[in-house]
Every structure is written in C-alpha cells, then in structure tokens.
C-alpha cells in the first residue's frame, strides 16, 4: 500500500496568526484552531498544519521539522535561516504594508542618528539584526533582548529601542522618535530546501502560492457588469480602466451588449457615475475571491 504523502506546514501563532487563517480561507483552505490541540484541523488531508511562532518558523523549515511556513522576512534575517523562499505575500493585522523595524528613542533624547549610540544601551527583540546593524555603522553598544514592553523601557532603562511598527502610532502614543529604519518586511512563503526538491511537495507548496496569492489579489479588486448600447460603447471602453481587455457579449436584446471587467476597488465610487453618464446601465459590483494571473 502506498504511503500517504503530507506537507508539514507552519502557520504563525501570535499576532499574525488571525489574519493567515482568514487569508488562507479566502484561498480555499479552511484551518479550525481548537485551544486544546497543538495541531489544528484543516480540510485538506494532504496538509498538516503547526501553528508556532514567526519567531521560530524559519528555523524549524531550515532543519526540516517543517516542510514549509509562513513568517516574516525579518524573522528569516533574524534567525540567518538558510531556506527557499518561495514568494512574499503582503497582509498583516492591520494594514498590507511593510512592518518595519526602527530605532527609536524618547522625544526629547539628544540622539539624532546611529552614531549617537556609541557606548548606549539598546533593548530589542532582534538582537542580531541590530548588532548587524550596528557593524555596519561602525558603533559600539550594547544590546540586550526584552522580553516585552520594549516601549516603555526606554523611557527609564535604556538608552534606545529597536521596535517593530506597522503605523508608528504606538510609539508616537509611548513618545518616541524614530531616528531611523533598519529592516522592511512582510510575511514570506518558505521551503525547506530538500523538500523543495521534492517533486511532489514542491508542486503542493507552489499550487499553495498560488491560491494564496489569488485570494490576496483579490482583496483589492471587485468586479463590474453592466449594459450598454452598442452605439455608445466606445465612449465607455475609453472610461473603463481594465485588469484585462474587459469581457463583451451581446444581449437578447438588438443593439445592446454585456460587459464585464475587474477594477481596482477604490476606484470604483469615482468610476461608476462616469459608467453611468457614459450610457451604462445594470451596473452591477460585486466581490471576488481570488485573481488568478
């Protein structure tokens, strides 16, 4: 009898974790995490699922615990993984942006640059990243982990922080001042590199990518039916920004034809009146699950 193939695939636990299972939904994989099992139920047999910390994910890909995960690139840099990275997939808690790792300190600290950390103390959870940082400035400091309300210690315990933001607004609210960016990330798709010589995994992991970034796609973009008078499609085509050439059928009805196309969403409030003025009628928007290119 021939053995059952599986994929052991890390999901990010923490503060990510909400926002990969809702996007691996919308790809078409429902994932139920139970409080009691370490192991979370997924409607693909072929799919084992670990939800473990970005922290750890590359670390358990490079030494094959794991076949592949979900994490950040800055947690990849962190950990000097050696892995496949198989693609970069933008979403996170709050918006589709870069987090980004800074260095801050207090509003009314005298440290304007790097260079002002000569000799300073600095709390961070990326410790590596930072001495790194530090080498290639060419200054001295010490760097010490912190295990938590990072923010705060700068205040009263350290000279400077290293802080992961996504808006700024937490460090503007704990007043500090981002003197400068060391790291831009967003969460990355990795491989194992012996599984990715795998025939059959790799085509499991690739066919994941994929669905994964339709669904992401997808969330930008709505699509748009409507009407229109042969006579007056034209004007509209020249009005109607397109992912694709738009689709055009003609109707039951002599002289009228179909159109259908998908469009960025935030578009759509200053695009449909000019639809409309352009002799659309039926217009119809509706949402999208996933966008295959």
């Given amino acids: ?69 979900i994490t950040g690139y800055d947690w990849i840099q962190e950990n000097s993984s050696k892995v496949h990275e198989v693609g970069e997939f933008q979403f996170s808690k709050v918006t589709r942006q870069p987090t980004r790792w800074v260095l801050a300190v207090p509003e009314d600290s005298p440290i304007k640059s790097v260079k002002d950390l000569r000799g300073k103390r600095i709390a961070t959870e990326v410790v590596n990243l930072t001495k790194k940082y530090l080498r290639q400035h060419k200054v001295k400091a010490e760097v010490e982990f912190s295990w938590g309300a990072t923010e705060v210690k700068a205040h009263e315990l350290v000279d400077a922080i290293v802080e992961i933001t996504e808006t700024g607004s937490s460090l503007r609210a704990n007043k500090l001042r981002i003197v400068d960016t060391l790291l831009c990330s967003t969460p990355r798709l990795i491989a194992n590199h012996s ?99």
Wanted: proline share 4%; charged share 30%.
């Fill in 1 to 69: 009898m021939k053995k059952k193939q599986i994929l052991r695939f890390g999901l990010p636990k923490g503060s990510l974790q909400e926002a990969t299972i809702e996007k691996m939904a919308k790809a078409g994989y429902n994932i139920s995490v139970s409080s009691r099992s370490y192991i979370p139920y997924v409607d693909d047999e072929e799919l084992e699922i670990r939800m473990i910390r970005a922290q750890e994910i590359s670390r358990y890909v490079e030494h094959g615990y794991l076949d592949c995960g």
């Fill in 195 to 293: 599984c990715w010589k795998d025939p059959w995994k790799r085509k499991k992991i690739e066919t994941l990518a994929l669905l994964l970034k339709g669904a992401l796609e997808a969330e930008a973009k709505v699509g748009l039916k409507m009407n229109i008078a042969q006579k007056n499609l034209d004007t509209l085509l020249r009005t109607l920004p397109a992912l694709r050439n738009p689709t055009i059928s003609s109707l039951s009805q002599e002289g009228w034809v179909a159109v259908e196309t998908i469009i960025d969403e935030h578009i759509v409030r200053e695009l449909i009146p000019a639809l409309k003025a352009a002799g659309a009628e039926g217009i119809i928007e509706y949402p999208l699950n996933k966008v295959v290119y």
